[in-house]
C-alpha cells in the first residue's frame, strides 16, 4: 500500500529517511509542501513508554511474588503493614531499575567500548525492555504456585534473552555482552534484595 500525506492525501514516495537508528529526517509532501506524517516520531516514543511501563509492573509483581514467599505478605495483614510493602515495593523497583540502567550503560562503555549517544541509548534501551519479555511468565503465579526459585528460573531466562539482545544490538562478543549484563543483574539484586538492604527493613 502506498504512503500518503496525512494532509490532504496525495501519494509519496517515503514518509521518512533513515541515517541511523533512531536518526530519521521526516519527508515534505509535494503537493501541500507540509510534512507527510508527523506522527511517525510518536510512536518510537509510544512503544518506548508502554514497554517502560509493563517492564516496571512485572518488576513489581516479581518483588511481591518474592515477598508472599518469604512469609511477608499475607491476608492477616494490617492496613500500615499494607501501605509498608506497598512503599518498599516500588523503593525496589525504582531504586534497582536505576542502579540496573546505571550500571548497564557503564559495562557498555567500559567493556564494549560502546560510544552512548542519546538516539543510542533510546534503541539499547527498547531492546533491553522488548527482551525482558520473558517476566511475562511471573503471570502464570497468579493460577499456578510455585516454588520462589522459578522466579530466579525466569530471572536467568530474562538475563540470557537481554545477552543476545545487546550482542546484536552492538555487534560485540558473546562473552563481554554476558559481562555486561551479568553486572548489571547482579548489582541489581544486590540492592534490592542483598543483606544490607534486608537489615534496612528491621
Known amino acids: 500500500m502506498e504512503p500518503r500525506c496525512v494532509e490532504c492525501g496525495f501519494p509519496i514516495k517515503t514518509l521518512f529517511v533513515q541515517y541511523s537508528p533512531g ?24 512503544s518506548l513508554w ?9 518488576d513489581a509483581y516479581r518483588s511481591l511474588l518474592l515477598k508472599r514467599n518469604e512469609g511477608e505478605w499475607g491476608s492477616s495483614m494490617s492496613f500500615s ?4 510493602t506497598f512503599e518498599e515495593i516500588v523503593v525496589d523497583v ?39 519479555y520473558f517476566k511475562i511468565f511471573l503471570i502464570a503465579t497468579m493460577v499456578w504456585e510455585f ?37 548489571a543483574q547482579a548489582l541489581k539484586l544486590l540492592v534490592t534484595q542483598g543483606p544490607a538492604r534486608r537489615s534496612l527493613r528491621f
Request: glycine share 2%; net charge neutral; with cysteine.
Open 147 to 183: 516454588p520462589s526459585s522459578v522466579i530466579f528460573i525466569i530471572d536467568l531466562f530474562v538475563l540470557s534473552s537481554n545477552t543476545v539482545a545487546l550482542k546484536v544490538i552492538t555487534d560485540s562478543a558473546m562473552n563481554r555482552c554476558i559481562a555486561a549484563c551479568f553486572c
Open 50 to 58: 508502554k514497554s517502560i511501563f509493563a517492564f516496571l509492573l512485572l
Open 94 to 132: 525504582f531504586v534497582g531499575n536505576f542502579v540496573f540502567f546505571c550500571i548497564f550503560l557503564l559495562s557498555m562503555r567500559l567493556m564494549l567500548n560502546t560510544s552512548i549517544q542519546i538516539s543510542r541509548c533510546k534503541d539499547i534501551l527498547l531492546a533491553i525492555l522488548v527482551s525482558s
Open 23 to 46: 536518526n530519521i529526517r521526516l519527508m515534505r509532501c509535494e503537493n501541500c509542501k507540509a510534512v507527510a506524517d508527523e506522527y511517525i516520531e510518536c510512536e518510537f516514543m509510544g
Open 81 to 84: 503493614s499494607i501501605v509498608w
